[in-house]
């Protein structure tokens, strides 16, 4: 649901396209629910009968991105994206709002209202990896400024094999961001209309400041 709210709401917000970063957990769920990659283009990845000359060939299944465009219920169309990326968590980080960039660079978009990139996080990446707060570091620098980046940070409890008490000194894995001045919202994910709710809001907010 909330990826699907994102999406709608680029679409309301008549936003030209998205794009997202994200590990491996879940993204095979993406490409197919949100990305709307063909199920059976998967299922032919893993039984290697896909083209030979793909550089992607012999790349795990979840490393893999994919672009397509969704028409939303407000009746734009909005191009999705999902980047490639390997297993060092958050390496991707600036490859999207880089990509995002160049984007808007090439449509002209001084606003940075018609693309965005969103970043999804797990607590212990998040936390723990340096090219996090390198990333949000460049937020406001005019040179790379995006417009600003939808954050997900999805608190499983543990990272890998980590407790929270042993991976971080602060309360919260987004505590982090507060040095940046971030808007930072605490969403139950079991409550899907509370994420629905959030994720309005956050569009909203990102679109206008």
């Known amino acids: 649901p909330l990826l699907d709210t ?11 396209g998205l794009v997202i970063g994200m590990a ?9 629910n949100i990305i709307e990659k063909p199920a059976s283009l998967i299922f032919a990845e893993f039984e290697e009968k896909t083209d030979k000359d793909n ?51 090439l449509i002209g978009d001084k606003d940075r209202s018609k693309y965005m990139p969103i970043l999804i996080h797990g607590d212990a990446a998040f936390a723990g990896q340096g090219v ?6 460049l937020m406001n620098l005019e040179g790379y400024t995006t417009g600003g980046t939808f954050h997900i940070v999805v608190n499983n409890q543990i990272g890998f094999t980590t407790l929270p008490d042993e991976s971080r000194s602060t ?10 001045q971030i808007p930072i919202i605490h969403v139950n994910g079991d409550d899907p209309e509370a994420v629905y709710r959030v994720v309005k809001l956050g569009m909203e907010y990102r679109q206008k400041f």
């Not at 491996?24 to 197919?32: C, E, I, S």
């Open 6 to 16: 994102i999406v709608e709401e680029a679409g309301y917000h008549q936003m030209d």
């Open 132 to 137: 996090v707060a390198e990333t949000l570091n």
């Open 55 to 105: 550089l992607s060939y012999a790349d795990v299944k979840y490393h893999l991105g994919y672009s397509n465009s969704r028409m939303t219920t407000s009746g734009k169309e909005v191009k999705l994206s999902l980047a490639f990326n390997p297993s060092h968590l958050e390496c991707v980080d600036p490859v999207v709002t880089g990509s995002v960039r160049a984007r808007q660079t």
């Open 24 to 32: 491996h957990r879940g993204r095979l769920n993406v490409l197919v």
């Open 171 to 180: 309360l919260y894995a987004t505590d982090l961001a507060k040095g940046f």
